[in-house]
T-cell receptor, first 113, second 114 residues
Framework: DTGVSQNPRHKITKRGQNVTFRCDPI?????LYWYRQTLGQGPEFLTY????????KSRLLSDRFSAERPKGSFSTLEIQRTEQGDSAMYLC???????????FGDGTRLSIL | GENVEQHPSTLSVQEGDSAVIKCTYS??????FPWYKQELGKGPQLIID?????GEKKDQRIAVTLNKTAKHFSLHITETQPEDSAVYFC?????????????FGSGTRLLVRP
């Protein structure tokens, strides 16, 4: 059991650029969550997948954000036209099924210049 | 929606002493309460969780208590060690909400002094 893997660990980009993050959940976990964590705060829910279906999106997820989970395995989170306010740690978590504990990856830290 | 408040924001204890972190939640429908430990540069690590049909759960030096009537739950760490130093987050999961998304508190920075 290798745990949740996120890449890249750090991403520095200029305002207005597009960025994409990848999350590989724990094998056989059918639920995958994305959260965002800003400095000094707890993680905030963004969206989640049950297998390949994206079932809920937070109002924090503007139309510049898109997430996919093709084939119900890894997931990608893309941010288009990045803004200063997008600077944060983006965390991915997976769980075996609904109601099971969520296990987090080490996140991707995004810095917008 | 659900709101989780966590106190204190920082806590400093002497090695060997106990540490207690408290959280309150607003939605009485919440029924799952995990606690996470986050070290610098790492993601949150699940350390213990409790469901609403249980009042207390213990795992070695860590215990969690839940008071459904008062809508608060607490993390207790006994015989603290320097490696317990980290940021601790409580969370609540809303039910009936099929997403089981977690609503987090704002965190407690625990410092264990050798």
């Amino acid at each position: 059991d290798t745990g949740v893997s996120q890449n890249p660990r750090h991403k520095i980009t200029k305002r207005g650029q597009n960025v994409t993050f990848r999350c590989d959940p724990i094998s056989e976990h059918n639920r995958l969550y994305w959260y965002r964590q800003t400095l000094g705060q707890g993680p905030e829910f963004l969206t989640y997948f049950q297998n390949e279906a994206q079932l809920e999106k937070s109002r924090l997820l503007s139309d510049r954000f898109s997430a996919e989970r093709p084939k119900g395995s890894f997931s990608t989170l893309e941010i288009q036209r990045t803004e200063q306010g997008d600077s944060a740690m983006y965390l991915c978590a997976s769980s075996l099924a609904e109601g099971w504990p969520q296990h987090f990856g080490d996140g991707t830290r995004l810095s917008i210049l | 929606g659900e709101n989780v408040e966590q106190h204190p924001s920082t806590l400093s204890v002497q090695e060997g002493d106990s540490a207690v972190i408290k959280c309150t939640y607003s939605d009485s429908a919440s029924n799952y309460f995990p606690w996470y430990k986050q070290e610098l540069g790492k993601g949150p690590q699940l350390i213990i969780d409790i469901r609403s049909n249980v009042g207390e759960k213990k795992d070695q030096r860590i215990a969690v208590t839940l008071n459904k009537t008062a809508k608060h739950f607490s993390l207790h760490i006994t015989e603290t060690q320097p490696e317990d130093s980290a940021v601790y987050f409580c969370a609540a999961s809303m039910v009936p909400d099929s997403s089981y998304k977690l609503i987090f508190g704002s965190g407690t920075r625990l410092l264990v002094r050798p």
